[in-house]
């Protein structure tokens, strides 16, 4: 029988045998997608409603939580809510009614703490001071200090968290004398270290226990005050969530089977605050339990891998194009990468070899055909071939291929089960392109009223600078600019049926672009094609900065550098303990949520190769830049592959989307940019190249192939200086996950959840264990990793 009349005939059995309860739900949605939860600030909170809901207009009421008050402004555009913070439950639900149906919005009460930071001059004559660090983006001009009494002080409201930061007095960048808490830099120095906030006792932890006839339990440690259950974006009923002993009884309703994807998402509470969620993917219905039942379309699913066109293989000849100038040396020139090369990998297999669902193409738009910009020493000056400097915004570079190899690239990936996005430049044109040869006033200035160049000043003009002379920054504060970019945009997505984009530069353009760009899309492509477009921006930044481009109506994700740096130190560097990166990458989780989809990464096209660092042959404190002109980079100390595939597992273990730099795959060595570039290498590899490839094959195709690595719950089971442990459940689907940083062999042994008792464990990196009702022991080899999955 063909399998859509199978289902068919499902779900109308499924229907006739509902009962008679009010659970319906509108057939269109007025929300695209899943609501982001709303953290509420401690004073007011703006909540831009065409963030959640495509027609405003529609908007009948808004039901507010007690305790806190609220105003629907008279044009629908935002609402308003303030309230007593200690009078607010952790976790509240906000309804918004449109033609009878109430939309639900979870919100969270605000956790920031106010901070007062202090510095004594001891009688020094002290003309001002400032801080730089985490607390403010590392703009030390946004936060000078007050004078009083001798003392110069600044107060903070921030989340809890560990901030790092220096003063700047008069000028001088320095610790904090007054703290005696510092943390190792990375480059070669040390901040000082804040710490905000403490555990104030037992948060709920919850979990998906099991799953019969629909119907799912939801299990729980620590005590539960509340739990709020939805499906999409609407609160279950009481009655379709009931309290029994060993949890929370979940009864889908009937309208949960019309559409074909859906989801179930659950929060709850108690007195010490707020617990993780879960999530549940759901077909016309059902509970999903196998993997193959996902599409490339669940991005939660996906693996991405980026490259860049120019590097990664060149299959047409004809199209190579350097650019012809004796400045340009030819690590800054083009080294032949094309399309067809790309779909040449396609149609060999590699992608599919690999386990990769996504492909990240780096920007392929019409870049100069000269020369710009100077490195002094080796004196170079550098050409396009890395796409960022557009001098159109519609036509493909013709070094890359043309409109037609782009269209075949995208449909035989699409074949292939795998997702194209486009890296996407909207900051800034070069100044050939046609918009500012025509517009020159849609740039912001190049000189500030001082008459100093804004070039470069990534956080104390963050929305105006200019990342180069010839790059102007387009002022994107203007509806009018707004509107031409975010269509040139939307071009991509409907001419090449491209899956999403990678958005450069993000924290530089405003949010009135990617509310807009947004809108359109969901307007003109995911709503009519019933379509899900990922887009994930890149912010260098502290999280608040990072989550704030974050919601229904902007983007799905960013890439998660705070995560990236944490890891790149502690699995490099042998002093660095694995509580630093557990805090950092809890802290994201504490922001972006345990099923978030930020893009977590091997490796960028900005930063050294992590395998250079981690063999020594690249150091942390030198100019990275410099020594790639200087010296030959390689990768070192053969442990760095070692320590490599550890960075590749924690990536493909952890919430959020794994990504691999182009090359990380077999540890391709490098300094920064543009070593860091070098070209492909698909053949003649070493023996440790070959296994890391074949490590990181067999590393994607577990976190493919099992659930609890996609839409699992997380739990941290150990940690120590140079052991990690952390288990993922999906149902009764559970993975443990082990790592020794230790340059010896140990015996790495944690207690496990009661739920795990009865479970029986197979090893897939050949770890001898012993499991009893209580505990693991493992014995994990030197800078070694293993990965347990029930069965």
Request: hydrophobic share 35%; aromatic share 12%; with cysteine.
């Amino acid at each position: 029988m063909n399998m859509k009349k199978l289902i068919g005939i499902l779900v109308i059995l499924i229907l006739f045998s509902c009962s008679q309860k009010k659970d319906s739900f509108p057939v269109d949605s007025q929300i695209t997608g899943l609501a982001t939860p709303v953290r509420l600030n401690p004073d007011q909170t703006k909540i831009v409603m065409e963030d959640y809901f495509n027609d405003i207009s529609l908007i009948d009421s808004v039901s507010i939580p007690d305790h806190l008050d609220g105003e629907l402004t008279a044009d629908k555009k935002y609402l308003l809510v303030w309230g007593k913070v200690h009078n607010l439950s952790p976790l509240m639900v906000m309804k918004v009614w449109i033609q009878g149906d109430p939309y639900s919005i979870l919100l969270m009460k605000s956790d920031k703490k106010n901070v007062t930071i202090s510095y004594n001059p001891d009688g020094k004559d002290v003309k001002s001071v400032q801080i730089a660090g985490e607390v403010n983006g590392w703009n030390p001009t946004s936060s000078n200090f007050k004078y009083e009494k001798g003392i110069w002080s600044i107060e903070f409201l921030l989340n809890p968290g560990l901030y790092q930061y220096q003063l700047v007095v008069d000028g001088q960048w320095m610790l904090d004398p007054a703290n005696p808490e510092t943390v190792d830099n990375n480059i070669g120095g040390f901040n000082s270290l804040l710490k905000v906030g403490e555990n104030s006792g037992k948060k709920p932890y919850i979990y998906i226990s099991s799953t019969e006839k629909r119907k799912i339990i939801v299990g729980f440690e620590n005590e539960v005050d509340s739990i709020f259950v939805f499906w999409q974006n609407f609160l279950l009923p009481s009655y379709d969530v009931a309290r029994k002993e060993k949890g929370f009884e979940i009864s889908l309703p009937c309208g949960t089977i019309k559409p074909e994807r859906s989801h179930i998402r659950a929060w709850a509470y108690n007195n010490n605050g707020t617990s993780n969620e879960v999530l549940i993917p759901l077909e016309h219905g059902n509970v999903i339990d196998n993997p193959d039942e996902l599409k490339r379309s669940d991005w939660r699913a996906s693996v991405f891998y980026f490259l860049m066109i120019d590097r990664f293989y060149d299959a047409d000849t004809t199209n190579d194009f350097p650019v012809d100038d004796s400045e340009i040396l030819p690590e800054a020139n083009f080294m032949g990468g094309d399309l067809s090369g790309v779909i040449k990998k396609i149609n060999d297999g590699y992608f599919d070899a690999l386990g990769i669902n996504t492909i990240w193409l780096s920007p392929i738009t019409q870049n100069p055909l000269g020369a710009f910009g100077l490195w002094p020493d080796p004196r170079t000056k550098f050409s396009g071939y890395h796409g960022y400097w557009p001098v159109s915004s519609s036509e493909v570079d013709f070094r890359f291929g043309t409109d037609e190899e782009l269209m075949e690239l995208v449909e035989t990936a699409h074949k292939h089960n795998i997702n194209v996005i486009l890296d996407y430049v909207a900051n800034h044109v070069h100044n050939l392109h046609p918009v500012y040869l025509e517009h020159p006033d849609w740039a912001t200035p190049l000189y500030l009223p001082d008459g100093t160049m804004n070039t470069e000043k990534w956080d104390e003009y963050r929305l105006t600078t200019w990342f180069d002379t010839f790059l102007p920054t387009l002022d994107l504060s203007r509806e009018d600019v707004v509107d031409v970019m975010t269509d040139s945009a939307l071009f991509w997505i409907e001419e090449y049926n491209l899956d999403g984009f990678r958005h450069d530069a993000t924290k530089h353009i405003p949010e009135i672009f990617w509310r807009t760009l947004t809108k359109k899309i969901k307007q003109k492509v995911e709503i009519p094609e019933n379509t899900n477009i990922y887009q994930v921006g890149e912010t260098y930044g502290n999280r608040e900065l990072i989550g704030s481009y974050i919601n229904t109506g902007m983007l799905d994700g960013q890439f998660d550098f705070n995560v990236y740096d944490a890891s790149v130190a502690v699995f490099a560097r042998d002093n660095e303990p694995f509580e630093k990166l557990n805090d950092a990458l809890m802290e994201s989780i504490g922001y972006y949520g345990y099923h978030n989809m930020m893009g977590y990464i091997s490796g960028n096209q900005d930063k050294p190769r992590f395998i250079s660092l981690a063999g020594g042959s690249l150091k942390f404190d030198e100019d990275s830049k410099l020594a790639g002109w200087t010296r030959d980079i390689e990768v070192g100390n053969p442990v760095a592959y070692k320590k490599l595939q550890s960075l590749m597992t924690f990536n493909m273990t952890i919430p959020g989307i794994p990504t691999i730099d182009y090359g990380d795959e077999i540890g391709m060595p490098g300094a920064n940019d543009p070593d860091n570039r070098r070209m492909m290498r698909f053949d003649n590899l070493s023996p440790e190249e070959k296994l890391t490839r074949e490590i990181t094959e067999k590393l994607v195709n577990l976190r493919r192939n099992n659930l609890p690595l996609t839409y699992g719950d997380f739990q941290v089971l150990k940690i120590s200086d140079k052991s990690y442990v952390f288990a993922r459940t999906y149902f009764d689907k559970i993975a443990i996950v082990a790592f020794n940083k230790s340059g010896e062999q140990k015996t790495v042994e944690f207690r496990i959840p009661d739920r795990f008792k009865n479970a029986s464990f197979k090893s897939n990196f050949s770890s001898e264990f012993q499991k009893s009702a209580t505990t693991i022991k493992i014995d994990l080899k030197a800078n070694s990793f293993e990965i347990l999955i029930n069965h």
